[in-house]
């Protein structure tokens, strides 16, 4: 019997050989395999999920940056589910956004280096996201693709001054109106036929409804007012001026328990009054009201069943008071 491999027939050194090159070869496309479904695939989607909603954002908000992950939500709103692979809960998790960005400084990289490296969209320790499936996947590029295209058609990033409605048309409201104020500390859960209203609700109403609904009273929602509303509601102007705007944003969230402090949840509807001019409507307080649920379709102006539910709230000028234990006493950070 051979003592050596040299002294092995030539035929089983070749075997030996191969066999080891294969088991080579099937061990590295097994770990490759392996990465490739647990970490490069996974990131992929990650990266253009990011990239998609924050474009997205850009094109339902006139290019106004968004400053949280609670506003980038907004954004799943006007996508078929199906579109967003990756829920914002757990995107969240493994993504870093960089939510002081500049998009007009943004949109002047963009053009002016087509082959410019910028990373405000990265993992969590600041490296780049992977992006295997194509370049469109990879965030960065994708919104600096679409800032230099919307600068090729004239359609300048602009800053917007935070809180300051400067175009009360009720189509730029619903498109900025989380810029706006946010009152409401928190959101103030609600279950859904209460969030129907759009003043505060008692303590007996919220266990009623607690007791009919169960999980299902998880509905909440956010107050946003602009600055000539807000600066009125803090002071309890007995009138609003003009141009004051308030919005009620619906949402829902996964976890109904108030007391928990990481829920995540998205816009589910949102309904806002704009005080207009003298004449408007004298005997409703000159109120035009809207309510959308995407802003590609709005319902505005006299709206009966606005109107109806805030002429309970005629002494205060048709605007809801029982929220004010709720806000924050000052603009919320951020907004």
Not at 36 to 63: C, D, K, M, R
Not at 92 to 111: N, Y
Not at 142 to 163: D, E, V
Request: glycine fraction near 6%; hydrophobic fraction near 40%.
């Amino acid at each position: 019997m051979p003592s050596s491999l040299n002294a092995w027939p030539r035929w089983k050194r070749i075997l030996v050989v191969v066999g080891l090159l294969f088991a080579v070869t099937v061990a590295t496309v097994g770990i490759s395999l392996f990465r490739l479904v647990h970490t490069v695939i996974p990131e992929s989607y990650n990266a253009w999920t990011s990239g998609y909603l924050v474009v997205g954002y850009l094109q339902t908000h006139t290019n106004q940056w968004p400053r949280s992950w609670e506003e980038l939500a907004d954004a799943t709103n006007y996508h078929q589910p199906q579109s967003v692979f990756v829920p914002l809960a757990r995107l969240r998790q493994s993504v870093k956004i960089d939510w002081a960005a500049d998009v007009t400084q943004l949109q002047h990289i963009a053009v002016s280096n087509i082959h410019a490296d910028i990373r405000i969209v990265t993992r969590l320790d600041g490296s780049r996201l992977s992006a295997a499936v194509g370049p469109d996947t990879e965030p960065n590029w994708k919104i600096l693709n679409y800032l230099r295209t919307i600068a090729a058609t004239n359609q300048p990033a602009r800053t917007l001054s935070l809180g300051a409605s400067t175009d009360q048309s009720v189509a730029w409201i619903a498109a900025n109106f989380t810029h706006f104020q946010r009152l409401t500390k928190k959101a103030a859960f609600v279950n859904p036929d209460l969030a129907a209203l759009c003043r505060g609700v008692s303590k007996e109403e919220i266990e009623a409804a607690k007791m009919r609904f169960g999980l299902h009273a998880g509905t909440a929602i956010h107050i946003y007012m602009d600055d000539l509303a807000a600066t009125s509601f803090r002071t309890n102007d007995a009138k609003f001026p003009v141009g004051a705007v308030v919005v009620k944003q619906k949402l829902f969230y996964s976890f109904p328990d108030p007391s928990e402090e990481d829920m995540h949840g998205g816009a589910n509807g949102v309904g806002g009054m704009v005080k207009r001019a003298p004449g408007y409507d004298p005997e409703h307080g000159d109120w035009e009201y809207f309510y959308f649920e995407t802003p590609a379709k709005i319902d505005s102006g006299r709206i009966a069943s606005c109107v109806q539910c805030h002429e309970a709230a005629k002494g205060t000028d048709h605007v809801f008071g029982t929220w004010r234990d709720q806000i924050s006493p000052t603009p919320a950070a951020g907004h």
